[in-house]
């Protein structure tokens, strides 16, 4: 295929850049504070790939405010330097983000700055209001750092201007309540903005690339699309930018800022376009892209000149000269879940991807990494989930005889399951990509074979992994009773998710309950699953919120808002005790007296979703007859995508 308008140069101010391509700005914490041998790795893989501008990550330009790469550090430059001089041979422009969070600071105990003394949404955080003598430090400090940033030798920075950080504070009319220059009417509001961007502007050269984030916030009061164009025209208008980034979202509304499998291809295009239709400056846009061919019509329609790309990315760094080479089908896809890049960075570890095991290991790990064996082996793998297609893929890209047996006439394990939720079919995405990488790769796969330890043992292979996946406990246990499980779970229509979405009843009734002890969001799409034919629905949880191991994906809100005039209703902090005829018995999960304010709910079918357990019966019958035995994946323990393939990956490369 060809990308006529992809593969095309652009300029940005005097600076060309090889391709409409970029890598947006966006948070790894791989660095600590500064520029890691870890972060350069991961930018320079990404570069080696072929994108046309890598715009790193977040950086602080005040002490007031620290994040993943703290520029205000004296010793800083050291580390961007080593990273300019491994991007540049690789013809990729690299720019810096130039970042204050506002009240989103103060994770380090010390009160945060902002425009106004309003607390922050997520931490609750109450700032400091800036004085003018703590503007014009601030205001410094930006320019100080973009000067920094051109004597490292990078090629220009961008200004955050969006997402609720400190110029969108001032920006905005919901946390800029100030009565003095710097708040009021709008045009007092972006003065901050552009005394920033002066500043800048004074402090480098005029071939150094200056740009600046900004957006529509989609809170109601915040900043509008209109308020955006007046912005944005204005710094056009008065020559301090030589390109204009449109995103959407802030901390009022994250789930739009990193829209996950729920939002469609390009879905931050209708309130951007807007935006770049209304100045003549070169535009970038973003929005959950993932191939160049979806980049390509972008641009041929003329709605942005560059569209970035960064899940897409983080999944498989070499996207772009993959599909340049006419190798699209084998870029690996981005599947959005949300599991490993944002839910890392929320509890507080470094991003990874659920479905690249080298992304943020790029100096242990990953295909770039991979070598033949130096003796080809014989290798058997037990069960065809993600685990064992990861495990099968590596071990026949290092040049092993590889067989593959999975019990199922399919392949894909759980992922099977969970890609028929209501908009989580994007799962099924890259079972497909495995499976047509481990056919290409000369995989002998054996389908409805089911293997016993006598089997394994005639098959005689050198090495053999058992990916055998896990099962549903259907005993009613749920963590907050351990010694009370819900009473008569063998009733008719009781059901396990996978029964409700791979072998769904003919007759499910009119009405369903789904009990979900374990909080992902497999209780949520059994609900919906459900609601989606025709019966009313209560979802019951004795967690303390609904899905709290789904809410760092960013997708539990929008969830919600698709249930809004739905017949779904939900029950925390609530334990099933017993299921009679056509119902159950629910009560409260923090109380001991067992039907204490307990209630009865209709219930034509209930949904027990429960904590699976290994399925690795062979491994223990096989384990101390073969030398070469290892045991992945769910049948190791049950987890979550990412923990299979990175399994599978590490067992591929080690045997």
């Known amino acids: 295929m060809s990308y006529t308008h992809v593969d095309k140069p652009i300029k940005l101010g005097n600076l060309e850049i090889k391709n409409r391509t970029f890598r947006p700005a966006h948070a790894t914490d791989l660095g600590g504070g500064r520029m890691s041998d870890r972060l350069i790795a991961y930018h320079e893989e990404r570069a080696r790939g072929g994108v046309g501008l890598i715009i790193n990550e977040i950086g602080s330009v005040h002490p007031s405010t620290h994040m993943y790469q703290n520029l ?15 991007i540049k041979p690789h013809g990729t422009r690299l720019f810096q983000q130039l970042w204050h969070g506002g009240h989103c600071g103060g994770w380090d105990g010390t009160p945060p700055w902002s425009s106004s003394d309003l607390p922050n949404v997520e931490s609750g955080y109450v700032p400091v209001r800036m004085t003018k003598a703590m503007i ?31 110029p969108h504070q001032f920006f905005c009319a919901l946390t800029n309540d100030r009565d003095d220059e710097y708040g009021g009417p709008i045009e007092n509001r972006m003065r901050f903005v552009l005394e920033v961007l002066t500043a800048i502007r004074s402090n480098v050269s005029s071939n150094f690339v200056v740009g600046i984030r900004v957006g529509n916030d989609l809170a109601p009061g915040g900043v509008t699309e209109a308020d955006t164009i007046l912005l944005a025209r204005t710094l056009e208008e ?57 980049i390509d019509q972008v641009i041929r329609a003329g709605e942005a000149d560059m569209v970035g790309l960064v899940r897409a990315m983080i999944a498989d760094p070499r996207l772009v000269a993959k599909s340049l080479a006419g190798e699209s089908d084998r870029v690996r896809p981005c599947i959005a879940c949300n599991q490993a890049c944002v839910t890392n960075l929320l509890i507080g570890a470094p991003m990874e991807c659920a479905v690249n095991p080298g992304t943020g290991h790029e100096l242990e790990r990953g295909d770039h990494l991979l070598t033949p064996a130096p003796e080809p082996r014989s290798v058997l793998v037990i069960g065809g989930g993600p685990a064992g297609m990861e495990a099968a893929r590596v071990a026949a890209m290092r040049g092993h005889s590889v067989i593959l047996a999975e019990a199922n006439p399919y392949l894909g394990g759980a992922l099977r399951a969970a890609g028929k939720v209501p908009t989580r079919h994007n799962l099924l995405d890259i079972i497909t990509w495995l499976e047509e990488e481990i056919f290409r790769l000369g995989v002998e796969v054996r389908l409805s074979t089911y293997l016993d330890a006598d089997d394994v043992l005639e098959i005689g292979a050198d090495v053999v992994i058992v990916a055998t996946g896990s099962m549903e406990r ?37 009405s369903a309950v789904v009990v979900d002890d374990v909080g992902h969001f497999e209780g949520l799409g059994s609900a919906e699953f459900l609601i989606n034919q025709g019966l009313e629905v209560t979802y019951v949880t004795p967690r303390r919120e609904i899905a709290p191991l789904a809410r760092t994906t960013l997708m539990v809100e929008p969830y919600l808002q698709r249930m809004e005039g739905k017949p779904f209703h939900y029950m925390i902090r609530t334990r099933g005790i017993a299921i009679g005829e056509g119902d159950i018995t629910v009560g409260p999960a923090y109380l001991y007296d067992t039907m204490a304010d307990s209630v009865t709910i209709p219930a034509d079918t209930i949904v027990l979703v429960s904590h699976n357990r290994q399925n690795r019966d062979i491994f223990d019958t096989l384990e101390g007859q073969i030398a070469n035995l290892h045991v992945i994946g769910d049948a190791a323990a049950p987890r979550y995508v990412q923990a299979a393939i990175r399994e599978g990956h590490v067992v591929g490369a080690a045997v």
Do not use: W
């Open 238 to 294: 008065k020559g301090l930018v030589d390109y204009i980034n449109v995103s959407i979202g802030s901390y009022a509304r994250n789930d739009k800022m990193i829209g996950g499998m729920n939002e469609p291809t390009g879905y931050q295009l209708p309130t951007s376009i807007p935006i770049t239709q209304s100045v003549k400056l070169p535009t970038l846009v973003t929005g959950r892209f993932r191939t160049l061919e979806e």
């Open 72 to 86: 205000f550090e004296p010793d800083y430059d050291v580390g961007m330097r080593k990273l300019v001089d491994r």
């Open 474 to 510: 259907m005993n009613g246990v749920q963590m907050s009773h351990l010694g009370e499980p819900i009473r008569n779970v063998e009733r008719k229509g009781v059901i396990s998710s996978t029964e409700l979405f791979m072998a769904t009843p003919s007759n499910l009734g009119k």
């Open 136 to 166: 014009d430090e601030v205001v410094g400090a930006y320019a100080d750092a973009a000067r920094r940033m051109e004597a490292c030798g990078l090629d220009g920075v961008d200004l955050h201007g969006a997402h609720g950080y400190l």
